[in-house]
Structures are given as C-alpha cells and as structure tokens.
C-alpha cells in the first residue's frame, strides 16, 4: 500500500491511499517562504462520491461495535498524536504559519478531544420517560446520524477536523473530510494516526480537493445524511440553503467578531497583556480572535500605552524558529485584505498607533507587522466586517448598558471577552453579551468538555462537549403498550 510518506500526497477513500481522477494536483505552500512544500492529490466530487459510498458501506459494522470498542480507537489516536506531536507541529507550522508552540498547543488539544470523545461516547444515554396512560412505556434510544460529509478551514488544520471526526465516529457515525486546500499535510498525519490506531477502512475517508464541488455531493448525495462545516458565514449560509432540499442535518461554524471589554477596577496593564495574547495568537486569524476593544475611559490611556508596548514587543518571523509569537499570514489574499481594512480605517479618520503594513524585513513570506488602531469611525469596516487579522481596533465607553449595546450590535455572536475583577460586573456582561461562549479574564476559553459555538449568524449547533456529541445522534421515541 502507498502511504501518504510519499513524494505525492494522496487522499484516502475506502482503505487506499488514492490519486485524484485525472491525476490532478495542487501544491502547498509555505507562507513563511513562499515555497512549495508538497503536492497534493486534487479531486472534486467523483472522489466525494466514492468517499460517501465507502463510509456508507463502512456504516454498519462500525455502529454496531460497542461504544466502548470505538472508544479504543479513538483514545489509542490520542496517544498516537500526543507521540508525534513534534512532527505534526512541524508540519503544521510549514503549511501554516502558526509558531511551532501554539502548533503543538493545537495538536495536544485535538488530542485531548479524541481522548474525551473516546469516554463521552459511552454517555449516549437514552431516557426512560414516565408513562400518563396506564398500561405505556416510552423510551428514547440515541441513534448515529449516519455518513458525514466534514468540511473544515485551514487556520486551525488539526483541532478543527478533530472536533468533528471524533464525536461523530465516537456515536457510530462514519466520515469524509475535507480540509482546507491550504493545510491538507497535517490532516494526512493525523489521520495517520487514526489509522494505525484501528480505524477500519472506509470508517474515515480524505477527499482534498475544490471546496464547492465536495460540497455538492455532500448535499446533494443520499447516503450523505448529515453536513458538518466550520468556516466562513458567507459559505455556510449557501451550504444552509442547499441542504433544505434533502432537510439535511447541519452543524455550522461560521465566523464571528468578537468584543473585548476593559472595565476599570483591574489592572489595565494586566488587561492589555490578556488583550494582546488574545489578538495575536495565530495572526488573528481565529474565529473567536477578540476584534473590537472596547475600553473604559478611565483606563484607556494607560492600557493604549501597554497594548502598544505588548503588540511592537511581539517577535515576528518564521514559526519554525525558536522564540517567535506571530507568524505569516496564511497567504497574499488574506494580507492585502488586512491592508485594505487599514486603508479603509485610515481615510475613515483612525490612528495608526503601531504596525499598520506589510513587515519589510522579510524578502518572502506573508508577514504583516501587528497593528494597533484608534479614533475609529463606527461604520469602518474593520468595525463591521470580520476582520481576521492582526489589527487590534480600540474604542471606549463609559457605562455598562452602552457597552453592552455596542457589542451586541453586530450580526455575529460567537465570542466575547470581559476583563474585570468584579463580580457583579462579570455576571452581568455574561447575561448581556449575545455570544456563545464568554471569557472573563480568560482570552483562550476553548477546551473539549465546554461547549463551543456561536449564537445569529455565528452558526447552528455546538461542537465539543456533550452537545458536540448529540450533533451527530438522533433521538428514536419508542412507546409500548404492554398487554393487560
Ligand atoms: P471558507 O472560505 O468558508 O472555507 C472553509 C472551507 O470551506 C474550506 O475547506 C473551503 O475549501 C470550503 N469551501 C469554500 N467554498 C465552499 C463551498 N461553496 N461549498 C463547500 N465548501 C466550501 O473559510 P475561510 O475563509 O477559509 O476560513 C475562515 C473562516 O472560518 C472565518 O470566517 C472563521 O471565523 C471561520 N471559522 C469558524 C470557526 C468556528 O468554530 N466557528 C473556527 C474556525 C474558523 P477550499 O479550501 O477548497 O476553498
């Protein structure tokens, strides 16, 4: 059997390390460099349609194993990524950019995700529900979805992926995936991992290749009875759309725009290290990346000032070297749009207090300098329209109630960040802001047992967590009438 060690980097459909028809490729490239880095096997939906044929076929044999026989695969992956996490981290930060430590943070992180996916599933609990009519007995029983069709992004290769493979092989379900164009290397090595962890073929299938054709088939195949996707709302409102003709089970990740608000009872020092932590991490480019500073007037001098000092002390460079926090950018397109934003903030009045440009000390690569603005006009774009980048956008305000209006006022509700030592205060926000998940003082809340997931346009359904298990389980009602 070929693996995917070799010079071309296949997809993997019902047990084979496979070329795309036609032997299309594509190449990977190294945003740091500007270099290939591999070759890809490039399909569309032929391969996505002999993907969902395998794990259709897959189906039976591997919701019929015990949850506690799925859970070995899932835990033994686990170890097997916890063992490897130095070469995937490699790996990942030359596709992607990020520094090789929040690299491995991610790869640990999906790891744990496996191994608590591995011991929710058998938490499949059904109920037993009191009777009103004597004689009855209802019940409910938790039943797979059956095939998904997993579409994910690329500015998290390895946790994103891992969110939807191992809850939904945890409840009986089997899979395709499609990562992201730009980072498919690090998805072989994990799914590397699951397969020496004994996952069996055509339980989770690869297809790399154009994003709207895999779609289609996902939406438009019958054996394909659910659609999960992490990415933009802009594609998860045309996926939402076409899944209504076959009503087909969806889960959405979609973007967000978070608030960060800055109360003034704690350290605004503390508050713009907390702040800048959460802006820069992977470039900004994260969907629950803080976007909107909003800061007391009381405190804003002096957290400007540290904000400031934090963002131009941030080393940038190529992820692979030792002490560098912010890589590349993913790839031109993504930094010219950051340029754009700034141009826009710019004539709309704002301040460019550091960054705010292509890095020139680098002769390749996608490097953009970490930005701090202010004197915003509230209908600039970097306000309105999601930003993901490196650019941190600072307001002000003075009462709580307003504040809460000005976060809220936005058609996202994924995250939002409070920084406070008051109780009351960090209470309050948590019931105001419309987001589905709220860090107080905490700028990384994620984590495999808490649910995540946003409320309006920020998407449908929660990963993670008990609920990110229910996403890939119906509820079968069974009523008996016992005889007299
Ligand atoms: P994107 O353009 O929506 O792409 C994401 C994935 O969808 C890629 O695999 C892409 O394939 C595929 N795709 C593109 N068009 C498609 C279509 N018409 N039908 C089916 N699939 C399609 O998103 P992005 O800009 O790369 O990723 C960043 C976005 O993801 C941001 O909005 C971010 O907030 C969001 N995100 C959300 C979460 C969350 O958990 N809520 C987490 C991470 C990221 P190709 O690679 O072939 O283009």
Redesign the pocket.
């Known amino acids: 059997m070929a693996t995917a060690t070799s010079a071309l980097q296949r997809m993997y459909i019902d047990g084979q390390w496979t070329e795309a028809e036609g032997g299309r490729t594509k190449a990977v490239i190294n945003p740091a460099t500007e270099e290939t880095l591999a070759e890809v096997a490039y399909g569309g939906r032929p391969e996505a349609r002999r993907a969902i044929e395998a794990a259709h076929k897959a189906m039976p044999a591997w919701m019929k194993l015990t949850p506690y026989d799925r859970a070995k695969v899932l835990k033994k992956t686990a170890d097997l990524m916890r063992d490897r996490v130095d070469t995937i981290a490699k790996t990942l930060t030359l596709e992607q950019g990020k520094p090789v430590a929040e690299a491995k943070a991610e790869i640990l992180h999906a790891a744990d995700t496996f191994e608590w996916f591995a011991e929710e599933g058998k938490r499949a609990y059904g109920q037993i529900i009191p009777h009103s009519v004597p004689g009855k007995r209802h019940v409910t029983l938790k039943h797979p979805v059956g095939v998904v069709g997993a ?6 290769p390895v946790t ?1 992926p891992a ?1 939807k493979i191992a809850p939904a092989l945890a409840a009986g379900c089997t899979i395709v995936i ?5 980072t498919p290397l690090c998805m072989i090595q994990l799914l590397e991992c699951l397969l020496e962890a004994g996952a069996p073929p055509g339980v989770v299938n690869l297809v790399i ?8 088939e ?1 939406l438009q195949n019958p054996l394909c009875r659910k659609l999960s ?8 409102k ?2 939402m759309r ?1 899944a209504a003709d076959q009503v087909k089970r969806l889960s ?5 725009h978070a608030p960060f608000i800055v109360f003034p009872d704690a350290d605004p020092e503390v508050g713009a290290k907390i702040a800048v932590t959460g802006k820069f991490r992977n470039n900004g ?4 990346a803080p976007s909107r500073f909003y800061v007391h007037k009381d405190v804003e001098k002096k957290f400007t000032e540290a904000a400031v000092e934090f963002s131009r002390a941030l080393k940038l460079g190529n992820g692979v070297e030792p002490g560098v926090e912010v890589g590349p950018m ?1 790839e031109e397109r993504a930094r010219d749009k950051t340029v754009g934003l700034i141009d826009d903030a710019r004539k709309t009045g704002a301040t460019v207090l550091t960054g705010g440009k292509k890095s020139d000390r680098f002769a390749k690569g996608f490097f953009f300098e970490p930005t701090v603005l202010n004197n915003l006009s509230p209908d600039s774009k970097i306000l309105t329209e ?1 930003p ?1 980048a490196p650019v941190m956008p600072l307001l002000n305000f003075s009462n709580l109630d307003d504040v809460i209006r000005a976060a809220n006022n936005t058609r996202y509700g ?1 995250s939002a960040y409070v920084f406070t030592n008051d109780l009351s205060i960090a209470w309050k926000m948590a019931e105001g802001l419309e987001a589905g998940i709220i860090g107080i003082n905490d700028p990384v809340p994620a984590a495999p047992q808490c649910p ?3 409320m309006k346009e ?2 449908l359904g929660r ?1 993670l967590a008990h609920e990110g298990l229910e996403a890939y389980l119906e509820t079968k009602y069974v009523s008996w009438k016992l005889k007299d």
């Open positions: 579409i994910t992004p690329w500015n998290f994103l969110r499609k990562p992201a164009e730009q290749g154009e994003g709207p054709a895999i779609g289609e996902f996707f992490t990415g933009s709302t802009a594609v998860g045309q996926l076409g959405l990740e979609l973007g967000g480019q994260v969907c629950i993913i999601e993901f994924l995540f997931g946003g920020s998407g990963e």
